[in-house]
T-cell receptor, first 112, second 115 residues
Framework: DQQVKQNSPSLSVQEGRISILNCDYTNSMFDYFLWYKKYPAEGPTFLISISSIKDKNEDGRFTVFLNKSAKHLSLHIVPSQPGDSAVYFCAASSSNTGKLIFGQGTTLQVKP | DAMVIQNPRYQVTQFGKPVTLSCSQTLNHNVMYWYQQKSSQAPKLLFHYYDKDFNNEADTPDNFQSRRPNTSFCFLDIRSPGLGDAAMYLC??????????????FGPGTRLTVL
């Protein structure tokens, strides 16, 4: 069973517009959520995280929203830039395990 | 720069021939992880070391073994690779107290091909 799902394999947006990447999870024990970005031929790099005690965390152009009742989180990138083109992975963790469960990723393409 | 290094970046092996993948870190992190990622799938945790304590995932095949001789190095041994083991293998590290969480730092991965 897939506990973390990213249902959109790909997303294409115009430069300067908003990119919204979505992630759903099923395990109510998850209490920490992260987004990673991955460029080709590189490992994933940490982007932003959010604890389950919050519903929003912002870092520059990146904002993560958490809706616990819907078991849904989203990553907003505003404004999108061509350099943001990459694969974005959502990941979830529970404090009693410390392990990350990843979604399958969404490929974002930002067109100039 | 502190980092996670994986060698080799590309590994080709023959069906059934043992292979070892290497990971080293200069971050002095206490936790090291090995993930398997197949094309268009989520990275899947194989096992991790919390300091010297080895933690195997329940569904990790016995074919996969790991060694952590010291804080800096961790190895993934595949005893008899099958065609289904062809994948990207990612090493990650983290600095976390037990029962807590923190972001993981990933190496660039080793792409394994099995002929």
């Amino acid at each position: 069973d897939q506990q973390v799902k990213q249902n959109s394999p790909s997303l294409s947006v115009q430069e300067g517009r908003i990119s919204i990447l979505n992630c759903d999870y099923t395990n109510s024990m998850f209490d920490y959520f992260l987004w990673y970005k991955k460029y080709p031929a590189e490992g994933p790099t940490f982007l932003i995280s959010i604890s389950s005690i919050k519903d929003k965390n912002e870092d520059g152009r990146f904002t993560v929203f958490l809706n616990k009742s819907a078991k849904h989180l989203s990553l907003h990138i505003v404004p999108s830039q061509p350099g943001d083109s990459a694969v974005y992975f959502c990941a979830a963790s529970s404090s009693n395990t410390g392990k990350l469960i990843f979604g399958q990723g969404t490929t974002l393409q930002v067109k100039p | 720069d502190a980092m996670v290094i994986q060698n080799p970046r590309y590994q080709v092996t023959q069906f059934g021939k043992p292979v070892t993948l290497s990971c080293s870190q200069t971050l002095n992190h206490n936790v090291m992880y090995w993930y398997q990622q197949k094309s268009s799938q989520a990275p899947k945790l194989l096992f991790h070391y919390y300091d010297k304590d080895f933690n195997n995932e329940a569904d990790t095949p016995d074919n996969f073994q790991s060694r952590r001789p010291n804080t800096s190095f961790c190895f993934l041994d595949i005893r008899s690779p099958g065609l289904g083991d062809a994948a990207m293998y990612l090493c990650a590290t983290s600095s976390i107290p037990r029962g807590d969480y923190n972001e993981q730092f990933f190496g660039p991965g080793t792409r394994l091909t099995v002929l």
